[in-house]
T-cell receptor, first 114, second 112 residues
Framework: NAGVTQTPKFRVLKTGQSMTLLCAQDMNHEYMYWYRQDPGMGLRLIHYSVGEGTTAKGEVPDGYNVSRLKKQNFLLGLESAAPSQTSVYFC?????????????FGQGTRLTVV | GENVEQHPSTLSVQEGDSAVIKCTYSDSASNYFPWYKQELGKGPQLIIDIRSNVGEKKDQRIAVTLNKTAKHFSLHITETQPEDSAVYFCAASPNTGNQFYFGTGTSLTVIP
């Protein structure tokens, strides 16, 4: 029972480079989320998806793009990385969004942009 | 949108003492309030939740209380143990919403 799996776990990028973070869930959940976690700022929502083929902006979407081509996968892309995007990124999924239901989180991706 | 404030940001207690973390929210439409625990190097994990039709919920050493009139809810941990040391997040979500709104987290340290 893998739950939510994030790839990679660690990455160092140079400013201006691009990369894609992969999130995979095996619970057949409709909803998937990408958060970033920074000291003193809690978990901030970047983008989310309410189902295959759909995406929506969260609180801090600038500089990121997402895609949900398959129900089980949610990809987060950085087209041109900036030092301000240094953070720990968490993917989460839930069966019914935020309506009385638990969100399951991955173990995180620690990204450093130099 | 919803705004969730969480206090304190750090909390140290002696093993066996109680710990209390408080959160306030702004949107009166919010009706689901989960609490997550994040251990070092891991993702957050749900430990307890409460819905708006309930004032208190308890699960062994953990309890959550909700005051909808005052728009605040609290996490209570009794008889704390070193393994309770972690970062705790509160969250709120309106019944029509697609997202959770998280507090900024409380780093709890239980001193043996």
């Amino acid at each position: 029972n893998a739950g939510v799996t994030q790839t990679p776990k660690f990455r160092v990028l140079k400013t201006g480079q691009s990369m894609t973070l992969l999130c995979a869930q095996d619970m057949n959940h409709e909803y998937m989320y990408w958060y970033r976690q920074d000291p003193g700022m809690g978990l901030r929502l970047i983008h989310y998806s309410v189902g295959e083929g759909t995406t929506a902006k969260g609180e801090v979407p600038d500089g990121y793009n997402v895609s949900r081509l398959k129900k089980q996968n949610f990809l987060l892309g950085l087209e041109s990385a900036a030092p301000s995007q240094t953070s720990v990124y968490f993917c989460a999924s839930s069966s019914q969004g935020a309506v009385n239901t638990e969100a399951f989180f991955g173990q995180g991706t620690r990204l450093t942009v130099v | 949108g919803e705004n969730v404030e969480q206090h304190p940001s750090t909390l140290s207690v002696q093993e066996g003492d109680s710990a209390v973390i408080k959160c306030t929210y702004s949107d009166s439409a919010s009706n689901y309030f989960p609490w997550y625990k994040q251990e070092l190097g891991k993702g957050p994990q749900l430990i307890i939740d409460i819905r708006s039709n309930v004032g208190e919920k308890k699960d062994q050493r953990i309890a959550v209380t909700l005051n909808k009139t005052a728009k605040h809810f609290s996490l209570h941990i009794t008889e704390t143990q070193p393994e309770d040391s972690a970062v705790y997040f509160c969250a709120a979500s309106p019944n029509t919403g697609n997202q959770f709104y998280f507090g900024t987290g409380t780093s709890l340290t239980v001193i043996p």
